[in-house]
């Protein structure tokens, strides 16, 4: 069935380095990939899209790439700061014509001062 | 423009019962979905409605209902209510038929049974 894969679950990095977290879909018929950033109490908000029409995007600290082939894609959020700490949800489009997103676990990202 | 609305932000009940969630999407959005929050299961879709209509529904039992009106506000309904129901219920709203527009969200109930 459809699923998406999410790691690490969790990751530490000191501030002013690089965070990668990587998904991986099922569903070959996915063609949108939003990423959310959910602090605590609050709601997931969209950081980062992409389609897949297009291999990689960019929006300044934090871009997104695209392997249609392996059937991945990757959120790079570069000169990381505190307030980047919160957990971080990829998602893929499920059904074509809806609005049914299939959510990866989760990655909590913890940076550090 | 304002974001996605859900009242309650909180709400305790017992076995049993049931319950009613709102939703007020972002102004000129026709597309509303439901999604359960857990820390063991993650996200969850529940249904989409696009134009009063249910256009897919997850894999939930069928004390999960849901219903759009013509202003696109919806709410959801939970009947019979379980200790495993106790989530996050967020909803999200989209502009668009398609699918692949973003999705905003909501910043959810929080619904815990007792």
């Known amino acids: 069935g459809e699923n998406v894969e999410q790691h690490p679950s969790t990751l530490s990095v000191q501030e002013g380095d690089s965070a990668v977290i990587k998904c991986t879909y099922s569903?070959?018929?996915?063609?949108?990939f939003p990423w959310y950033k959910q602090e605590l109490g609050k709601g997931p908000q969209l950081i980062i899209d992409i389609r897949s029409n297009v291999g990689e995007k960019k929006d300044q600290r934090i871009a997104v790439t695209l392997n249609k082939t392996a059937k991945h894609f990757s959120l790079h959020i570069t000169e990381t700061q505190p307030e980047d700490s919160a957990v971080y949800f990829c998602?893929?489009?499920?059904?074509?014509?809806?609005?049914?997103?299939?959510f990866g676990t989760g990655t909590r990202l913890k940076v550090l001062a | 423009k304002a974001g996605v609305t859900q009242t309650p932000r909180y709400l305790i009940k017992t076995r049993g019962q049931q319950v009613t969630l709102s939703c007020s999407p972002i102004s000129g959005h026709r597309s509303v979905s439901w999604y359960q929050q857990t820390p063991g299961q993650g996200l969850q879709f529940l249904f989409e409605y696009f134009s009063e209509t249910q256009r897919n529904k997850g894999n939930f039992p069928g004390r999960f209902s849901g219903r759009q009106f013509s202003n696109s506000r919806s709410e959801m309904n939970v009947s019979t209510l379980e200790l495993g129901d106790s989530a996050l219920y967020l909803c999200?709203?989209?502009?668009?038929?398609?699918?692949?527009?973003?999705?905003?969200f909501g910043d959810g109930t929080r619904l815990s049974i007792l």
């Open positions: 998602a893929a489009s499920g059904i074509s014509g809806t609005y049914k997103y299939i």
């Open positions: 569903d070959s018929a996915s063609n949108y």
């Open positions: 999200a709203s989209a502009s668009g038929a398609g699918g692949n527009q973003p999705q905003h």
